[in-house]
C-alpha cells in the first residue's frame, strides 16, 4: 500500500487509444492526440499512435478509449506521519484519495500533529522532519509535499532563512498560530517568500472547533468566485483543496466532487475545471506534473463516466454534477490503482495489456 521513492523505474510505457486527453493547461484543455509515450516516470511523447516509437514497450495499457488526464493535485491538506490522521483516528486516508484520482497532496501544515509543538526549535523541526519523512515515503504512491510550518510569534528572518536552507517550501496556513494580525503576518510571509518558501492564508470562519455551518450559501460563494475569475479572465489562477482530513471526515472524492459542483454549478466546462486541479497548481506551485507534454512526470488519472450517471460523454456528466468513475490512476508511470475502489463504477476501464 505505501512505497518509499526508491521504487523500480517505469521503464518504457506506452498508453493506446486514449478516448479523450485533458492536457491540464487551461489554455488549451483538450489535446488531439490518443497516445502517449512514458519513459521511466517522464512524458516523452504525446501524439498520434501511427506517428510515435511506440515499439518494445515494457507495459502498454489500452485506454479502451476513456478518458486520460493530469493526476490531480489537492492543493490544501493537513498530513501528519505516514498514512495516518490523527484528526479522525483514521489509517490509509491518502492511499484512499489516491483512488479519488489524486497523485499530488501540498500540505497547508501538520496541524493535527497531538502535541504539535509551537516553540521556535521545535515547529522548525517539525516542520524539517515532515519534509524529510514524506520525501522519503509515499502512501499509495502519492507525492506529498509536507513540511509547512505554522507561524509564531517571536519568529525571526533567521529562522525563515534556516528553514528555507534545510528544504523547506512552504508555510502553514496562517492563522493557525499565535500570528494572526495582518501587520504581523504581513513581516514574516515577507521573510519566508524572501528565500522562496510560498505562504498559504486561512480565510473564512475557523474550521475546527466551532466551525461555521457549510450550506448552499457556502457553496454558491465558492461558485461565485470561480465564475468571478472566468469574468476578470484570470482563470489560470483558480487551484482546488480539499483541507482534508477535516474535521468534517476524510472525503478521498473531495476533489472530484468539487470538480463536479464548480463544473455543473457555476457553469464553467468541466475540461476548464479540470485544469483548477491540476495544471493551474503546478504552475503556481512550481510542480513537475499537472500537465500532459513532454517532460513532465507521467502522473495520470483514467476517467470515464460512471455507470448510470446522467450525460451521454464524460465531460457531459462532470457538467451536470455528476462524480467521474476513475479506472486507474498512474504515478510516475507505475500503475497505483485499476478500477476505483472509491468513486461510482467507471462505465469502461482501461486494461494493461501485458
Ligand atoms: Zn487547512
Redesign the pocket.
Known amino acids: 500500500m505505501a512505497t518509499s521513492t526508491t521504487d523500480e523505474a517505469s521503464g518504457k510505457v506506452v498508453i493506446k487509444n486514449i478516448g479523450l486527453l485533458l492536457s491540464g493547461d487551461i489554455d488549451q484543455p483538450i489535446l488531439q492526440a490518443d497516445t502517449i509515450v512514458i519513459l521511466d516516470g517522464l512524458i516523452t511523447a504525446v501524439g498520434r499512435f501511427k506517428d510515435l516509437d511506440t515499439e518494445s514497450a515494457k507495459t502498454v495499457i489500452d485506454a479502451r478509449q476513456t478518458c486520460v488526464g493530469p493526476g490531480l493535485i489537492d492543493s ?3 498530513p501528519v506521519f505516514g498514512d495516518w490522521t490523527p484528526r479522525q483516528n483514521q489509517i490509509g486516508w491518502i492511499d484512499s484519495t489516491m483512488n479519488g484520482g489524486v497523485t499530488t497532496m501540498v500540505s ?2 501538520e ?1 493535527h500533529l497531538p502535541g504539535r509543538p509551537k516553540d521556535i526549535v521545535g515547529l522548525k523541526a517539525l516542520a524539517i522532519t515532515a519534509q524529510r519523512a514524506f520525501s522519503n515515503f509515499r502512501p499509495g504512491g502519492v507525492k506529498v509535499i509536507a513540511g509547512a510550518p505554522i507561524i509564531e510569534k517571536g519568529m525571526t528572518e533567521h529562522d525563515f532563512q534556516e528553514l528555507a536552507a534545510a528544504g523547506v517550501t512552504l508555510l502553514g ?1 496562517v492563522g ?1 498560530g499565535s500570528v494572526k494580525a495582518g501587520y504581523e503576518a504581513k513581516e514574516m510571509v515577507a521573510w519566508a517568500r524572501k528565500y522562496g518558501i510560498q505562504s ?1 492564508i ?1 480565510t473564512g470562519g475557523p ?1 475546527v472547533p466551532g466551525s461555521s455551518l457549510i450550506d448552499k450559501d457556502v457553496v454558491l460563494e465558492a461558485d461565485a468566485a470561480a465564475k468571478a475569475a472566468m469574468d476578470l479572465k484570470c482563470p489560470h489562477r483558480v487551484i482546488l ?1 480539499t ?1 482534508g482530513p ?1 474535521g468534517s471526515g476524510v472525503q478521498p472524492l473531495g476533489m472530484l466532487r468539487m470538480i463536479a459542483l464548480l463544473s455543473s454549478l457555476a457553469n464553467i466546462p468541466a475540461e476548464l475545471v479540470f485544469c483548477f486541479a491540476t495544471g493551474n497548481t503546478a504552475r503556481i506551485r512550481k510542480l513537475n506534473c499537472g500537465l500532459i507534454e513532454v517532460g513532465r512526470a507521467a502522473d495520470l488519472v483514467f476517467l470515464d463516466r460512471a455507470q448510470g450517471t446522467s450525460g451521454r460523454t464524460l465531460l457531459e456528466s462532470v457538467q451536470l454534477g455528476d462524480i467521474p468513475g476513475v479506472g486507474m490512476v498512474m504515478i510516475d508511470g507505475l500503475v497505483r490503482c485499476g478500477r476505483s475502489r472509491n468513486t461510482p463504477p467507471a462505465t469502461e476501464v482501461p486494461v494493461v495489456e501485458h
Open positions: 490544501h491538506v493537513h497547508a501544515g496541524v496556513e493557525l498559504t486561512h474550521s483543496g483541507d477535516a
